[in-house]
């Protein structure tokens, strides 16, 4: 393991929230940097354990403004050739619908050097500390992830709902509440029952996090009336019945409704 150079951007995974688990890496690289570029989703506890001297927001905004990723971009790149140490923080890990990609592409054009350091995606955590296993011998061999949040200025979805909506696999959607309205009923056109299990997790890893189970049928009712937010994972399939029997015996596991 190299120490923190200076000139260099690292790419790094917050994973889901906790602060416990965070890399090894990561804690490393967030003792030594220069300055923390990070959005909200690393949470609370973890920014807050970052000096505010060297940490930068360029996540949410006030007014609900966002900065643009192109600003993100040319900031990471005017920092690193100012010499600085400079850590990019995202939550989950940097690949798995973080732009990740798409920081990594813009350092190398600007010949920045960089280093990816993996976190643990919140499609892989949540369900994990929700008491839900992705994969299960007896209901699902298979798991897909998905993004409820396409780019905007795309002409149609590139997720086939329908295709999704005729297979028995663990469907995962990040990003998916505030859609909710739109893919659920694409869902159930291809096939998936109303009766099929699902659960929102909100905040994973999170001091706040909470779990609430409904079926896909009820799903959008639920959402409203239990005033479901961001930052939540929404998981779909027969696995999310599991959770009932094996909370209480889970140490450490958030026993929500």
């Known amino acids: 393991m190299t120490a923190i150079e200076a000139g260099v951007v690292y790419l790094v995974g917050a994973g889901p929230g906790d602060p416990g688990l965070l890399t090894v890496r990561a804690v490393e690289l967030l003792e030594s940097a220069d300055v923390v570029l990070h959005d909200k989703l690393p949470g609370e506890e973890i920014l807050g354990a970052i000096p505010p001297e060297t940490r930068e927001d360029v996540g949410k905004r006030a007014g609900g403004e966002w900065t643009p990723q192109e600003y993100t971009n040319q900031r990471m790149v005017e920092l690193a050739r100012a010499d600085n140490a400079v850590v990019r923080l995202k939550g989950g890990d940097p690949f798995v619908f973080g732009r990740g990609g798409e920081e990594m592409e813009a350092l190398a054009a600007a010949e920045v050097p960089f280093e990816v350091v ?19 011998r007896e209901h699902a061999s298979a798991v897909t992830v ?9 002409s149609a979805t590139a997720v086939e709902w329908e295709r999704l909506g005729r297979s028995d696999e663990t469907l995962v959607v990040l990003m998916g509440v505030g859609k909710l309205d739109a893919y659920v009923p694409l869902l159930r056109e291809g096939g998936r029952p109303a009766s099929t299990p699902l659960a929102f997790i909100e905040r994973a890893g999170w001091p706040q996090m909470r779990v609430v189970t409904t079926t896909l049928g009820e799903a959008v009712a639920v959402r409203d009336a239990e005033s479901i937010s961001p930052p939540a994972v929404i998981i779909i399939g027969t696995v999310v019945a599991i959770r009932a029997a094996v909370t209480r015996w889970a140490r450490g596991m958030r026993e929500t409704p």
């Open 118 to 136: 993996p976190g643990v995606s919140s499609a892989v955590a949540a369900p994990a500390l929700a008491g839900i296993p992705l994969t299960h």
């Open 146 to 154: 998905v993004t409820g949040h396409e780019d905007p200025t795309k």
